[in-house]
């Protein structure tokens, strides 16, 4: 149920129809890729006999044996010992035998589950922790959260990446509209994919971009998260508008009363392709470069770094993103920005180096003896027996490497340097991968995809808050004061938004 296109009967359904100029132009172009892997449905995760490679199947086969050889008639067996059977009566024997076989099928299914989950690995835990983060409402998320500084700023930052890449380049403000532009054509409506959509946190956002969108299609491993954002979107129709109320005109074109047709589908779309997704295909899914048809923008915000666990996730998910996109189309999206992660690393390791240097040189000259030491100093060199490794953060976050970093703070090769980020309220210790922004941007370019945009989140506030349009959005989503007032995301909020920068890029 997870997976399934729960949308279908909602209003205004995309109508495949409507791009058949588009298919048409496709089809001399190899149209359909992956056929193979459409067996697997589009409605979900895969099943556990489904599953690709890195799951072991005669793991599981031997869990299950494991809970077959514990089967029922095993059992009495063991409760026949002399003496003890004959204290028990016959419905009292029976009771402790079914609850002892109830205990060893209980062990048998934790084993088959802990065996899935080991193949499945770093994918399960991120789906796991994204599933497991609760869904506490806006008004809570405006009002009660330590860190709603930090949650306006980002999401003015998402709006802002919306705002300024959504539109066409020949997009005619207020053209949606009068449903012309000044040529007089249609004005064309944008086909958004967001990867990684979680909750459906953006659908508000992209409600109100400059350029009407048609069809915006979500994509996310974690199931739970894909159930709240159909939720959130049919909560949506049942508004009307689509808009929350209150939300004003002034943004990059007006206000909408027209809601886009939306898809979620439950997907992992750095393991696998996602153009065994019908809807996908219908828009079009073509890896050649010059593929004309796809999505008008692919939308990846806080989640591409789970891709660079290892080099095959990272080229799956540009491969992903590639050949949905039409040619001209957007790719935008948040990440973490190595260049912080690679000053502290270096900041730390120097650190590192200098401790060291210290230690050798008590070794030559020894500590005096136990007795004769301060408290302190006694701590201090039992500390130094564990392996230190780079971590830094502040009171809403934390940064930590569980292993040994680069000197330089450049990470090579640029895959699966793991870390765990901690964030006040919104993510717990979660694996996430550094994204070595010059490596990421030169294999973008292996699939078509020319960097148009990069900016850190701070220099994206001093660039944009004075904007006619951005200014007065930061004021209504709470990230400063009405009337150009004070800023409302503390000092430690704005170190912890420092921590990402914002992209796009253009599929060339
Ligand atoms: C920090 S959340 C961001 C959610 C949303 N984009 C937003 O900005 O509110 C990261 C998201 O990445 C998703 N994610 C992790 N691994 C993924 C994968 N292999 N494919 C697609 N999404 C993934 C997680 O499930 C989670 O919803």
Same mark, same amino acid.
């Not at 402790?96 to 076989?101: G, L, S």
């Not at 999505?295 to 996730?313: L, R, T």
């Given at each position: 149920?997870?997976?399934?296109?729960?949308?279908?009967?909602?209003?205004?359904?995309?109508?495949?129809?409507?791009?058949? !100029?588009?298919?048409?132009?496709?089809?001399?172009?190899?149209?359909?890729?992956?056929?193979?892997?459409?067996?697997?449905?589009?409605?979900?995760?895969?099943?556990?006999?489904?599953?690709?490679?890195?799951?072991?199947?005669?793991?599981?086969?031997?869990?299950?044996?494991?809970?077959?050889?514990?089967?029922?008639?095993?059992?009495?067996?063991?409760?026949?010992?002399?003496?003890?059977?004959?204290?028990?009566?016959?419905?009292?024997?029976?009771?402790?035998? /079914?609850?002892?076989?109830?205990?060893?099928?209980?062990?048998?299914?934790?084993?088959?589950?802990?065996?899935?989950?080991?193949?499945?690995?770093?994918?399960?835990?991120?789906?796991?922790?994204?599933? +497991?983060?609760?869904?506490?409402?806006?008004?809570?998320?405006?009002?009660?959260?330590?860190?709603?500084?930090?949650?306006?700023?980002?999401?003015?930052?998402?709006?802002?990446?919306?705002?300024?890449?959504?539109?066409?380049?020949?997009?005619?403000?207020?053209?949606?509209?009068?449903?012309?532009?000044? +040529?007089?054509?249609?004005?064309?409506?944008?086909?958004?994919?967001?990867?990684?959509?979680?909750?459906?946190?953006?659908?508000?956002?992209?409600?109100?971009? !400059? /350029?009407?969108?048609?069809?915006?299609?979500?994509?996310?491993?974690?199931?739970?998260?894909?159930? /709240? +954002?159909?939720?959130?979107?049919?909560?949506?129709?049942?508004?009307?508008?689509?808009?929350?109320?209150?939300?004003?005109?002034?943004?990059?074109?007006?206000?909408?009363?027209?809601?886009?047709?939306?898809?979620?589908?439950?997907?992992?779309?750095?393991?696998?392709?996602?153009?065994?997704?019908?809807?996908?295909?219908?828009?079009?899914?073509?890896?050649?470069?010059?593929?004309?048809?796809?999505?008008?923008?692919?939308?990846?915000?806080?989640?591409?770094?789970?891709?660079?666990?290892?080099?095959?996730?990272?080229?799956?998910?540009?491969?992903?993103?590639?050949?949905?996109?039409?040619?001209?189309?957007?790719?935008?999206?948040?990440?973490?920005?190595?260049?912080?992660?690679?000053?502290?690393?270096?900041?730390?390791?120097?650190?590192? +180096?200098?401790?060291?240097?210290?230690?050798?040189?008590?070794?030559?000259?020894?500590?005096?003896?136990?007795?004769?030491?301060?408290?302190?100093?006694?701590?201090?060199?039992?500390?130094?027996?564990?392996?230190?490794?780079?971590?830094?953060?502040?009171?809403?976050?934390?940064?930590?490497?569980?292993?040994?970093?680069?000197?330089?703070?450049?990470?090579?090769?640029?895959?699966?340097?793991?870390?765990?980020?901690?964030?006040?309220?919104?993510?717990?210790?979660?694996?996430?991968?550094?994204?070595?922004?010059?490596?990421?941007?030169?294999?973008?370019?292996?699939?078509?995809?020319?960097?148009?945009?990069? /900016?850190?989140?701070?220099?994206?506030?001093?660039?944009?808050?004075?904007?006619?349009?951005?200014?007065?959005?930061?004021?209504?989503?709470?990230?400063?004061?009405?009337?150009?007032?004070?800023?409302?995301?503390?000092?430690?909020?704005?170190?912890?938004?420092?921590?990402?920068?914002?992209?796009?890029?253009?599929?060339?």
């Amino acid at each position: 149920m997870a997976g399934k296109d729960a949308t279908e009967a909602l209003p205004q359904p995309f109508d495949a129809k409507q791009l058949e !100029p588009a298919k048409k132009r496709k089809h001399s172009q190899s149209p359909v890729r992956n056929s193979s892997k459409r067996r697997q449905g589009e409605s979900g995760l895969p099943s556990i006999d489904e599953l690709p490679q890195p799951f072991d199947a005669k793991k599981l086969e031997s869990a299950k044996k494991h809970q077959r050889s514990r089967s029922p008639s095993d059992a009495p067996r063991r409760l026949k010992r002399p003496g003890r059977g004959a204290r028990f009566s016959q419905a009292e024997s029976s009771s402790i035998r /079914q609850r002892h076989e109830q205990r060893e099928r209980d062990a048998a299914d934790q084993a088959a589950t802990q065996a899935v989950l080991e193949q499945r690995g770093i994918n399960d835990v991120v789906r796991q922790h994204y599933n +497991a983060v609760p869904e506490r409402g806006r008004d809570w998320r405006k009002t009660d959260s330590r860190i709603k500084g930090l949650r306006s700023f980002n999401n003015w930052v998402k709006s802002t990446l919306i705002q300024k890449f959504s539109p066409d380049e020949d997009h005619t403000p207020g053209a949606h509209e009068r449903g012309r532009d000044m +040529a007089g054509a249609r004005d064309h409506e944008l086909l958004v994919l967001d990867i990684g959509c979680g909750k459906g946190g953006d659908l508000g956002k992209w409600q109100q971009a !400059p /350029q009407k969108v048609q069809l915006y299609v979500g994509l996310d491993p974690a199931d739970v998260s894909i159930d /709240q +954002a159909k939720e959130r979107y049919r909560s949506m129709t049942h508004r009307g508008s689509g808009g929350r109320g209150g939300r004003g005109g002034g943004h990059r074109g007006g206000r909408h009363q027209h809601l886009f047709d939306a898809r979620f589908f439950v997907k992992d779309c750095y393991g696998e392709s996602i153009g065994d997704i019908d809807v996908v295909r219908q828009v079009g899914f073509d890896p050649s470069p010059m593929g004309r048809s796809g999505f008008d923008i692919v939308s990846m915000m806080f989640c591409m770094h789970y891709a660079f666990e290892s080099e095959a996730k990272a080229r799956t998910m540009l491969q992903n993103v590639s050949s949905s996109l039409k040619k001209g189309g957007r790719f935008i999206g948040c990440i973490p920005n190595s260049d912080v992660i690679g000053e502290r690393v270096i900041k730390f390791n120097e650190w590192l +180096a200098k401790e060291k240097e210290r230690e050798s040189i008590e070794k030559k000259d020894p500590p005096p003896p136990k007795e004769e030491r301060e408290e302190g100093e006694e701590a201090e060199e039992e500390e130094g027996e564990v392996e230190k490794t780079a971590e830094w953060g502040n009171d809403l976050y934390r940064v930590r490497f569980p292993g040994k970093t680069p000197e330089d703070g450049i990470f090579r090769p640029p895959f699966g340097w793991k870390y765990s980020f901690f964030l006040d309220e919104a993510v717990e210790e979660v694996p996430e991968y550094v994204v070595p922004w010059p490596a990421f941007r030169a294999i973008a370019e292996d699939y078509n995809l020319e960097l148009q945009y990069h /900016q850190k989140f701070d220099e994206i506030w001093e660039a944009e808050k004075d904007d006619s349009v951005l200014g007065p959005l930061s004021e209504r989503m709470g990230v400063r004061e009405r009337g150009r007032g004070s800023l409302l995301v503390t000092p430690e909020e704005m170190e912890v938004a420092s921590f990402y920068l914002a992209f796009c890029f253009y599929k060339v």
